[in-house]
């Protein structure tokens, strides 16, 4: 069964602590990408990667660090330096790094942070 | 400056009839516009994608058309069904600005 992965789908931490979000492909792409999506707004690009070991600053990295080790796997790590963590995030990948391409989503996480 | 709108206010639709949602766009050149399907607590869900040079696309009961000239792309779903409820995000990619979603129109059909 294809697709994307996303743990945990609820998270809760504590202002201050560093967080990372899992996120899994099995889709065999070459690029992932992670989003941000609080109420009432549209996705916000985080960050994304368009080749193993390579990725670039979205619109919003700023409190955000990545990794892209392996094809498969591209963690978010939400770091306390985030002003305003509380959201939605949302992983997703697509064939290759051509924006003209679809992204397929997986079930975000939701984290809150107090 | 870039600007994507969609209707903020829900939409309400009886069942059978066709929706209709827009997405306009102010200060871009997009090469491409998507348009995804967003369920309550999950992932969008990609739909149909449509080219500059694309007037219209259709895929089953769904159409979308793109006017660069009003920069304006219409999302249609004809025979609505009260399955059909969501909300739907516009997406834009250009050369400048990667890829920009807007906010999204949620979509209600009743019964």
């Known amino acids: 069964d294809g697709g994307i992965t996303q743990s945990p789908k609820y998270l809760f931490r504590k202002e201050g602590q ?5 996120c899994e492909q099995n889709l065999n792409h070459d690029a992932m990408y992670w989003y941000r ?3 009432g707004q549209g996705l916000r690009l985080i960050y994304y990667s368009q080749i193993v070991n390579d990725f670039q600053k979205g619109d919003i990295a700023e409190g955000y660090s990545v990794s892209r080790e392996k094809k498969e796997s591209f963690p978010l790590t939400v770091t306390s330096a985030q002003k305003n963590p509380t959201a939605f995030y949302l992983c997703a990948s697509s ?5 003209s391409y679809e992204q397929y989503f997986g079930p975000g996480t939701r984290l809150t942070v107090t | 400056s870039q600007k994507i709108e969609q209707n903020s206010e829900a939409l309400n639709i009886q069942e059978g009839k066709t929706a209709t949602l827009t997405c306009n766009y ?7 516009l ?3 399907r967003q ?3 999950r992932g969008p869900v990609f739909l149909l994608l449509i080219r500059e040079n694309e007037k219209e696309k259709r895929k089953e009961r769904l159409k979308v058309t793109f006017d660069t000239t ?3 792309s219409l999302f249609h779903i004809t025979a609505s069904q009260p399955a059909d409820s969501a909300t739907y ?19 209600s059909i009743r019964p």
């Open chain 1, 18 to 22: 560093n967080v990372t979000l899992s």
């Open chain 1, 37 to 39: 999506q609080d109420p």
């Open chain 1, 95 to 99: 064939i290759d790094g051509r924006w």
């Open chain 2, 26 to 32: 102010t200060n871009y050149s997009p090469a491409y």
């Open chain 2, 34 to 36: 998507q348009w995804y």
């Open chain 2, 39 to 41: 369920d309550p607590g």
């Open chain 2, 70 to 72: 009003l920069k304006q």
């Open chain 2, 89 to 107: 995000l516009c997406a834009l990619y250009s050369s400048a600005s990667k890829i920009i979603f807007g906010s999204g129109t949620r979509l």
